[in-house]
């Protein structure tokens, strides 16, 4: 009985199917991921407002690092230290399951983390505005960072 499917087609198929999935593996680097001309990888961002969420006195000003390995992330979320992953594809962004220390504080500052914290879960896009990164969740500003230099980030 004759193959119903000439092996050279098959062949050929097989090739293109291997050359899409390699040609689309080839996507945005996150190597290289940019926020106003200036690499994402090592930089440094403080919170300088969180609308809806005022950051009491006894919290320490939440910071977010984006490491120098793409994808990861770290800082301060008001009391504990944060870490965690994101996901950066143009305008998209999105944490990952983030964790925190487990260091205790005033009752305002550890209510103010969690709030903090969850509205980070929630952003889907960012945008820079007037030199500020203002992270978005559905066209709503949940929180806006100033970049500050490595010595200002440890200063905190």
Known sequence: ????IPPQFALSVLFALLAVALFSA??????????????????????????????????ISPELRFGDEPGHLSGSS????????????????????L???????????MEFESRYL??????????????????VRGGTVVAVFRRVSENEADES
């Open 99 to 109: 964790a925190t220390t487990r260091m205790g504080g005033p009752p305002e500052a």
């Open 118 to 135: 969850e509205s980070l879960r929630s952003v889907d896009t960012w945008r820079m505005r007037g030199g500020y990164l203002e992270l």
């Open 1 to 4: 009985m004759k193959s119903p």
């Open 78 to 97: 008001g009391v504990n230290r944060v870490t965690g992953p994101y996901t950066m594809e143009g305008s998209q962004l999105t944490f990952g399951e």
């Open 26 to 59: 080839c996507g945005p680097d996150r190597d290289t991921a940019e926020i106003d001309g200036q690499p994402l990888a090592g930089s440094n961002w403080r919170l300088v407002e969180a609308p809806g969420l005022d950051v009491p006195e006894s919290a």
